[in-house]
């Protein structure tokens, strides 16, 4: 477990931020009353995921190995920072739609019926806790996997 010290506290870190990310967009109405733009600015996470990331790489590269990190050593330590958060994923996601935004589902298939983008019973088909885990411990490791190899060649240092 020291030996991965550093991916734990960043893989930590990270789904701390998203945590309070889902936090930001409830309070700023993106799961209600400005639903319309959830879509895009929730995009925007991946900007501090992103820096989450870097910041990760760089303190293994300092930490762990001297200054100096391969590029198969940066991917490594970012796999296992995106492995530990897939883990957490689905607790994350339960957290987000059981304690910070409770009505968020409901919300989001009332907007979309109303928009004609789907039918009542396709937006209930899609907007549920266990669709939502399902795409989440999908969608995290892609994510992370494309992060990691490009920040990686970013913080190399021989």
């Given at each position: ?72 050593q ?6 296992i920072i995106?492995a530990?958060?897939?883990?957490f ?27 004609g ?22 969608s995290?490791?892609?994510m ?15």
């Amino acid at each position: 477990m020291k030996k991965y010290r550093i991916e734990i506290k960043w893989a930590i870190i990270f789904v701390l931020t998203l945590l309070l990310w889902m936090f930001l967009e409830k309070i700023a109405g993106l799961h209600d009353e400005h639903i319309e733009k959830h879509s895009i600015v929730t995009n925007f996470v991946a900007i501090p995921a992103i820096i989450i990331y870097v910041l990760a790489l760089l303190d293994k590269r300092r930490n762990d190995y001297d200054g100096k990190m391969t590029y198969k050593q940066g991917v490594i330590s970012g796999l296992i920072i995106t492995a530990i958060i897939t883990i957490f994923s689905p607790l994350t996601q339960y957290l987000t739609t059981t304690f910070i935004t409770p009505q968020y589902f409901p919300k989001m298939i009332e907007y979309v019926v109303k928009e004609g983008k789907m039918t009542q019973p396709e937006a209930e088909g899609y907007f549920h806790l266990k669709n939502y885990i399902t795409q989440v411990i999908i969608s995290t490791p892609v994510m992370g996997i494309i992060t990691t190899l490009v920040v990686a060649i970013f913080t190399r240092r021989k």
